[in-house]
Structures are given as structure tokens and as C-alpha cells.
């Protein structure tokens, strides 16, 4: 029985499943599930999760949440009706945009429509300069005259962005607060309590998407917390940002928009997390769940952000002046359709069969997907998924794909080799743009698969891309409600300051990092006692002088009088990975400064985890037949990871079998049982 308050939950609700994982800080005790996601009522997703545990809800001392509800509120369209206010002149930058063209030879190419029409985009005739001082002011007719259009609009969500308020924010506080008196029910959100960096259009699209997803965020965490009450729950909630770290549910609120990605950088964290308990540097995480599939770089134990994310896409999406976790997603996960396109090309994605209908193996009707290819090939046990908890129709499967099949001029087999061999392709090509397009070797990284399809897919992957190595953590299937737990909360501070390099002082830079720096106590004020340890972390957005976009460098902890030198050489090594080359001889100028502020909370400790998961009896299940490419179908032992001796070595093939995943090794392959019980497979150059 566990004592009250002293149980950690973690919540990772996905595009088909919600992870759940438990653990007992005081006797270790852990437990976990994996449930279908209901992306219409997630509050059902987190309630029959917490069921599946046997966990009270009033023993539940913290929770820490990801949830899918920004993301689908952007892609679904499924926002408020939002209104955006802006300078005179700037009503169309949401449409302008950067009028770059990633794609030049797509004849049919189109970008995202944005949020808000040009209908409810508004100009206010008020300007401050980029040094600050005021141009035109905030007439009251105008004030008065603005919000009667807003009013006749009817909308339920306001953004305000206005030129130049990241340096003097008077004017957009005092429409800001003019909006709130009149429309008490609306959500209100300004660009400058988001960000403090200059770009007009990052920081329009930032704010009219906090704004769009804000009354939805708001409204999901306000049905959350009722249910949670009315349960016994009196402890702390906090929620999962892209960034890495949790925030309280009352700045998620505020700032809805940096949860976006939150599930995904919870597992990229677990791998930072387990690469530096194993004295790994470099690792690449992967993530394949039942919708899309994740990757993100992790050099030093440190996973690599980004101060700018696009949803859902560069080519087609839009940005979001948030730091984020660099992850780059694929629509290829286990629930991805396969389908027949009209020239007859087999395609897999971006559409996902969800967890309902799911998979046409679920016995729900579904279309083929990558499932069920899997489990006609024998990669997946009919019997043995989620532990028995949920059976495959094998015979449903192969009727799903016998229509495709017949389409492509071949047999069932081959068109089920055929998806698992273009997913493979997909997720590689992912992996490649997250490190190549870096000027990072993935063949320098070891391969961190997790997620319900990772493991599945990953000796697969790795050997597409000639990565020497696969590390199949603990909990794979759960691994993103695992990382949550290891979370500590973060807090990202920026500011726009242009200064040449060269007559920069170390002092002058510390005294702006310690005034940027000062906005952190009164966020530590609201934690209470989960503070255990306060770190922060700092950064220069720097480039040469004269070009557009900027580099991050980490600045030295020392400052002294060669911390211009030792930036400029940081800037130089980093600019020469990406590039190929450099300029030393070019000034150098910074034009913005972040400061990552970080408190620790409570967390179980990893070797806790990995005990409560093993049992160690060697016991073997069994064996099957498993397709492996040119070599047909292979009689396969099959092992349960549970059962599995620290130290245990196999020969591929071999099938892993857990709860919510399963590993594939192929012929050749090798796999050793480490210290931390995780599987650690050493991938033949190709496959017999």
C-alpha cells in the first residue's frame, strides 16, 4: 500500500495511446500502462490511465503531464476565434510571412493558412522605434474605435503584437488591458510576455497561436484539475514543455503555446538522462509512436534546441518564437496508413488510423497500416501485445492489405515487406536531416529507439544509416511518461541585444545576463518546497556581421577577460560543423542573449526504475516465424525482456517481447543485457 503524497505519476497522452508510468519515492515501489487515447475527450485518456494503475488519486503527491491538446488544437483547427491587433501597416505579416519557398519544383506546393483571417487582423495607428522611444501614441479614439470592431467580430481570443514592444511593451500593455476590461471571457495574449526578441513575423505567429490554443489549454486544464479535486488530489500538477523541463499548470496557462511538443522532449530528456549514466556523449533519440515518429540530437548528455519551432512543419507550417527541443517529426508511426496513390506508388503516412478505429488488426475495420504489415510478417505476436491486453486479428490484417497487394501486382508478403521497408526509409531520412543537416555523422551517435514502434523498427534504421550501435532503453513503450519523471522544472529568459563582439567587456555581458536574470526569482517564488537546487545555463545568439540569421553558443561559466575569444572560437567550431567552413577574419556581433533557468525537483533514481522492471529467470517463450527480407521467413526464438539476466548475450535473429513494444535483432545481429538492464545491440553491417 503506498503512503499518501508520496507517489510521482507521469502522463504522456499521444496521438493513439497515453503512457502512464508510477513510482513510489519512498519504496520504490513502480507500475505502469498504456491505454487508448481518446483525442476527442482527453481527460477520459488521463482518467481510465490512472485506473489502469490501481493508484488513488488522493495518494498522488505530483503529476507531471504531456498532452497532444496544443498540437491537434493547431492541426485540427479546433481553436477559438481569434482576433490579432497589430501596428499600422503590419496587419498582413501572418501572410507575408519570409516568402521563402522550400519547396521551388513543387508546382502544387501551398503553406498553412494562417490562424486568423484577414477579416479579424486589425491595426492600431500607435509605433515606438527600435531603440524605444515613442513615434506615435495610443490615441483614445482609436483605443475606443478598436475595440467596436473587435467587439462586432465576436471572437473569443485576442493577440496583440505591436512594432517594437520586445524593447518598450507601455503601448501593447495599455490595449492589453483595455481588452480585458471589455471582454473579461476572452483570452487575452501579448507578444511581449512571450518573447523578448526582435523578428516581426516570429513574433506575430507566436502570439496569435498562444492566443488560439490559449481558451482551449485553459479549458482542458480547468476540466483536468476539477476532475483531479473532486478525487482527493491536493498535490502539485505541473505540465511538460517543448523545451525539456515542466512549469506550473498556472504558467502553462499563460504560455500554452510552449507545449506544443511537450510528450516528445520528455523522451528526448530520458535520453539525456541514460546516455550520461552510461558515459555515452553523443546519442540520437528516436521516438516512433502509433501516429508520427521523433528524432533529436543529444551531444555531451545535452539534447540540442532550437529558439525557433515551426508547426507542423518548415516547408508548410509556421514559426513559434519558443525555445524547443530541436526534434524533427515524420508522419510515420505504427497507426500510419498505407495506401495506393493514383500514379500507383505505395505510400505510408502522414494519415494515422489512431487507436480508433486503429489498425485494421484491431478488429475495428481500420485500412492496412504499418501494424499490420508487422504482424503478418510475424514481427508482431498476436497474443503477446500490451501483454494480452488487447489481441491481433492477424486474419484481418492480411485481408486489409489484399486490396493494396492486388494493386501493386504482388502478393501479400511482399506488400507488407514493402511498408516496413518504406517506413524504415521515412524515419532514416528524418534521422539523417536532424544530424547531417547539422554537420553531425550519425554514424558517431548511438541509436536511442523507444516508443511503442522504436524498438520494432530500430535495428532496421540503424543499419540504413550504418549507425554501429542500438540502445533499447527501459520501458520503451512508456519511455516519454518514464522521461517525465526525470524532469526538473525550466524556465527560458531572452532578450534582443546587439553588441560587437569585439567591444563587448565580460562584465557588461554578465551585468545583462544578472538583469535578464532577475524575472527568474519571482517565477522560483510560485514552486514552494519541490525546489531542490537552482542552475542556470547561458547563451549568445551570435553570426557574422552583415548576415541574417544567428548561432547559439554557450557562454563560459568564467568571466574574465577571454570570454571574447573563447565565444568567438565556440561560434567558429560550431559555424564550421554546419557549414563546412568559416570566416575568422569577419567581426562578430551578438544580437540576443538566453538564459535557461533550472530547479530541481524530486525523482526517482533510474536504477530503481530498471530493477522494478526486471525479473531475471532466463526463461525463454518460445519460438515463431519471422520474415527478415532476403532470407524469407526465419524460425526466431523468442525471449520476454523481464525475464532477461543482466550480463545475457544473444545472436540474432531474435524477437524481445515487453509491454507495449517489441525488438527485432536480425541474423547477425548481437545484443548484450547491460548493467541498467537495457538492451544494447551491436547491428551487423546487413542482414543475412
Known sequence: MSHPHTVLLGIDIGGSFTDIVASNLQTGEISYAKTPTYSQDLVRSLREAIAAISVPVGEIGVIRHGTTVVINAILTRSGKRTALVTTKGFRDVLEI????????????????????????????????????????????????????????????????????????DTHEKLIGEALADAFPDAYISLSHELSREFREFERTSTVVTNAYVGGVVDGYL????????????????????????????????????????????????????????????????????????????????????????????????????????????????????ARVDSVGMLTVGPESAGAVPGPACFGNGGEPTVTDANLVLGRLSPSAFLHGETALDVEAARSALAPLAD???????????????????????????????????????????????????????????????????????????????????????????????????????????????????????????????????????????????TIMVKVPEEWDASLAERLRAAFEQEYQLRYGHSFPSLPLEIVGLRSIDYVSLPKPLVTALTDSTRQGTGAELGSRSVYFGSAGFLETPVVIRSDLEIGAHFEGPLVVEEYGSTTILGPRDTMVVDPMGQLVIDIAKESA
Not at 506544443?260 to 522532449?265: I, K, L, M, Q, R
Open 97 to 168: 510571412g519570409r516568402t521563402n519557398w522550400p519547396e521551388p519544383y513543387n508546382l502544387f506546393f501551398n503553406r498553412m493558412e494562417p490562424l486568423v483571417p484577414r477579416e479579424l487582423r486589425f491595426e492600431i495607428d500607435e509605433r515606438m522605434s527600435a531603440s524605444g522611444e515613442e513615434i506615435s501614441p495610443v490615441r483614445e479614439g482609436d483605443m475606443s474605435e478598436l475595440v467596436a470592431k473587435i467587439q462586432d467580430a465576436k471572437v473569443e481570443a485576442v493577440g496583440v503584437c505591436l512594432l517594437h514592444s520586445y524593447v518598450d
Open 222 to 337: 480547468g476540466e483536468l484539475e476539477s476532475y483531479l479535486e473532486s478525487q482527493g488530489f491536493s498535490g502539485r500538477l505541473y505540465m511538460m514543455e517543448s523545451n525539456g523541463g515542466v512549469t506550473t499548470a498556472e504558467s502553462a496557462r499563460r504560455r500554452p503555446v510552449a507545449l506544443v511538443e511537450s510528450g516528445p522532449a520528455a523522451g528526448v530528456m530520458a535520453t539525456a538522462e541514460i546516455s550520461k549514466l552510461r558515459g555515452i556523449d553523443n546519442a540520437i533519440a528516436f521516438d516512433m509512436g502509433g501516429t508520427t515518429a521523433k528524432a533529436c540530437l543529444v551531444e555531451g548528455g545535452v539534447p540540442l534546441f532550437t529558439a525557433e519551432y515551426f508547426v507542423p512543419s518548415y516547408e508548410q507550417g509556421f514559426p513559434l518564437r519558443v525555445a524547443a527541443l530541436d526534434i524533427l517529426e515524420v508522419g510515420t508511426g505504427g497507426g500510419s496508413i
Open 407 to 549: 494493386r501493386l501486382g504482388s502478393d501479400i508478403i511482399t506488400a507488407a515487406a514493402g511498408i516496413i521497408r518504406l517506413a524504415n526509409v521515412n524515419m532514416a531520412a528524418a534521422i539523417r536531416r536532424i544530424s547531417l543537416d547539422r554537420g553531425r555523422d550519425p554514424r558517431d551517435f548511438q541509436l536511442f529507439s523507444y516508443g511503442g514502434g522504436g524498438p520494432l523498427h530500430g535495428t532496421e534504421i540503424a543499419r540504413e544509416l550504418s549507425i554501429p550501435r542500438l540502445v533499447i532503453p527501459i520501458l520503451p513503450g512508456i519511455f516519454s511518461a518514464l522521461g517525465m519523471l526525470l524532469a526538473d522544472l525550466r524556465q527560458d529568459f531572452t532578450q534582443t541585444y546587439m553588441r560587437d563582439l569585439a567591444a563587448l567587456g565580460p562584465h557588461e555581458l554578465r551585468d545583462e545576463f544578472a538583469a535578464l536574470e532577475s524575472s527568474a526569482r519571482s517565477w522560483e517564488n510560485d514552486i514552494g518546497s519541490d525546489a531542490q537546487g537552482r542552475r542556470s545555463v547561458r547563451y549568445v545568439d551570435a553570426r557574422y556581421k552583415g548576415q541574417e540569421f
